[in-house]
């Protein structure tokens, strides 16, 4: 499984927006890129997921350049209850993988 | 929107006791997994269940831990002889296929 590399923190104020870059420089071919968010003694919620370019829904975007070494989840216009732990995940999109997590990014939202 | 349902939200238990961790996945997924995170760590993956049989596990999932689906919705995840440090929450999750997974609320199991 590739790693990925994700800042350990990050501090924002409401109404901003938000981008969590990851890094993942050993990104296979077949993998997809994978992003969820977690609330304390919550589950993991699945936001995005993708495979290159760039990938929209109703709560992110995410953005991926060409060499894939990368991406970056973009939160428009963050509220406080974006505050939460991010996790970037990478790996082949079939439903029998496990998932690694690493340590997340701790996004604080401020008033 | 579906969601993956855990049962007891909360379980206390002594050193040395059974415990099973109930799930009901969503009914339409095919692909259904335990992780769990102690307290300040990360979320760790124990075991996948596909096709009525565990598909992967992983090393902390020893003879301790066993899953079953007895029925058609039902999930659980038993642990023999639980040990202080099997204290964490315990996710479920299930997945149909493709794109992401959906994971429970989660089980605080305290072991003491």
């Known amino acids: 499984l590739a790693k990925t590399t994700q800042p350990i923190s990050m501090d924002s104020y409401e109404g901003q927006e938000v981008n969590i870059t990851c890094s993942h420089n050993?990104?296979?071919?077949?993998?997809?890129i994978t992003w969820y968010q977690q609330f304390p003694s919550q589950g993991p919620r699945f936001i995005i997921q993708?495979?290159?370019t760039k990938v929209t829904n109703e709560v992110a975007s995410l953005f991926i350049p060409a060499d894939r070494k990368s991406s970056t989840l973009s939160l428009p216009r963050v509220s406080l209850s974006d505050t939460a732990v991010y996790y970037c995940?990478?790996?082949?999109?079939?439903?029998?993988?496990?998932?690694?997590f690493g340590s997340g990014t701790r996004l604080q939202v401020q008033p | 929107e579906p969601e993956v349902t855990q049962t007891p939200s909360h379980q206390v238990t002594q050193m040395g006791q059974e415990v099973i961790l109930r799930c009901v996945p969503i009914?339409?997924?095919?692909?259904f997994y335990w992780y769990r995170q102690i307290l300040g760590q990360k979320v760790e993956f124990l075991v996948s269940?596909?096709?009525?049989?565990?598909?992967?596990k992983s090393e902390i999932f020893d003879d301790q831990f066993s899953v079953e689906r007895p029925d058609g919705s039902n999930f659980t995840l038993k642990i023999r002889s639980t040990k202080l440090e099997d204290s964490a929450m315990y996710f479920c999750?299930?997945?149909?296929?493709?794109?992401?997974?959906?994971f429970g609320s989660g089980t605080r199991l305290t072991v003491v």
């Open positions: 995940l990478v790996g082949p999109d079939t439903g029998r993988r496990a998932l690694t």
């Open positions: 009914s339409n997924h095919l692909y």
């Open positions: 050993n990104i296979a071919t077949n993998d997809y």
């Open positions: 993708g495979y290159k």
């Open positions: 269940f596909y096709n009525n049989e565990i598909s992967e």
């Open positions: 999750a299930s997945m149909r296929g493709i794109e992401g997974y959906t």
